[in-house]
């Protein structure tokens, strides 16, 4: 079975996507630490990120470094945060956000779904896109 992001991947569920490649795709998350948190997602569906091919391992690394350049530069945030955690979704995943202390990786804190706004997690995707130009 598809597991969800490879469902948002394909388009069988809606996603709002910063970038896309064909081997790596990043896209904002639907319970947010901040506006801007992105998910960094290998199109190959793979648990467990240190079982992925070396060379797409490489890649997501990459894209991830980009976004987190990125979301520094499109929140003037001091720094980018990024977590590998995988426990809610059984598809490689590197979350990348806006973060400007410690308590910014707290995952209890997550925005819920229902809690976010949908404009500003419009404005987000289109301020991460417009800065992901320019890099």
Request: aromatic share 8%; charged share 20%; with cysteine.
């Amino acid at each position: 079975m598809s597991s969800v992001f490879t469902k948002i991947i394909n388009g069988e569920l809606p996603g709002r996507f910063v970038y896309r490649d064909e081997d790596v795709v990043a896209f904002l998350t639907i319970e947010p630490l901040a506006y801007g948190h992105t998910l960094v997602v290998p199109v190959q569906e793979v648990d467990r990120w240190t079982d992925l091919d070396p060379a797409v391992w490489a890649k997501v690394c990459a894209v991830s470094q980009r976004v987190g350049q990125a979301i520094v530069s499109a929140f003037d945030s001091p720094r980018a945060g990024m977590i590998i955690a995988g426990f809610d979704v059984p598809h490689t995943h590197i979350h990348v956000f806006p973060a400007a202390k410690m308590s910014d990786y707290d995952f209890s804190r997550a925005l819920g779904m229902n809690e976010t706004d949908p404009a500003k997690m419009d404005e987000a995707a289109e301020k991460i896109i417009a800065a992901l130009a320019n890099t």
